[in-house]
T-cell receptor
Framework: GQQLNQSPQSMFIQEGEDVSMNCTSS?????WLWYKQEPGEGPVLLIA?????ELTSNGRLTAQFGITRKDSFLNISASIPSDVGIYFC?????????????FGQGTILTVHP | DAEITQSPRHKITETGRQVTLACHQT?????MFWYRQDLGHGLRLIHY???????NKGEVSDGYSVSRSNTEDLPLTLESAASSQTSVYFC??????????????FGPGTRLTVT
């Protein structure tokens, strides 16, 4: 089946630093999504990407859909304590699997004040 | 406001018992999904449904079943609970039709412990 490799697995950073994480796939996706999960809650959608090469921002967050359609990147600028959580990438391949998502293992982000 | 709810939020059960986790959404979405979340594995798909009377197996469906008798609900049943099914379970819904596209919205999760 499809697999997504997300890295890094965890990050410990100081408030104000920039953060970068990425996902790579063994197969092509036509949609890339980035979710954030806070303790005790379900994942919440941050950014959705629908075209290869697309670069989309949501406040301090910027995500890109890789040209090869096999990878995606999420950057967080000037991190703040409320950025703490688990960040997941997810991909969708379309066709008869149009509704299904494949998730990465998650990146645990800790921000020290 | 439309929402997706799960119940119970926490459940402790014994090995071998049948357990049903409820998921209810008020968005009128066609698509509903069940995932389990375990450390190091992210979210893994258990079962999913694209509409009433439609159900499909995900990547980790053994020991689980679902039924879709209406648009709003997709209950997840563990036929005979095993310790390996101790996990946090998330339900999600989405829409992908001529009415438009929405990505998956997730419920708050159910923490299940099998002793």
């Amino acid at each position: 089946g499809q697999q997504l490799n997300q890295s890094p697995q965890s990050m410990f950073i100081q408030e104000g630093e920039d953060v970068s994480m990425n996902c790579t796939s063994s197969s092509i996706f036509n949609t890339w999504l980035w979710y954030k999960q806070e303790p005790g809650e379900g994942p919440v959608l941050l950014i959705a990407l629908y075209k290869a090469g697309e670069l989309t921002s949501n406040g301090r967050l910027t995500a890109q859909f890789g040209i090869t359609r096999k990878d995606s990147f999420l950057n967080i600028s000037a991190s703040i304590p409320s950025d703490v959580g688990i960040y997941f990438c997810a991909g969708r391949s379309g066709g008869t699997s149009y509704g299904k998502l494949t998730f990465g293992q998650g990146t645990i982000l800790t921000v020290h004040p | 406001d439309a929402e997706i709810t799960q119940s119970p939020r926490h459940k402790i059960t014994e090995t071998g018992r049948q357990v049903t986790l409820a998921c209810h959404q008020t968005w009128n979405h066609n698509n509903m999904f069940w995932y389990r979340q375990d450390l190091g594995h992210g979210l893994r798909l258990i079962h999913y449904s694209y509409g009433v009377q439609d159900t499909n197996k995900g990547e980790v469906s053994d020991g689980y079943s679902v039924s879709r008798s209406n648009t709003e609900d997709l209950p997840l049943t563990l036929e005979s609970a095993a310790s390996s099914q101790t996990s946090v379970y998330f339900c999600a819904s989405s829409e992908h039709s001529t009415r438009g596209l929405t990505e998956q919205y997730f419920g708050p999760g159910t923490r299940l412990t099998v002793t």
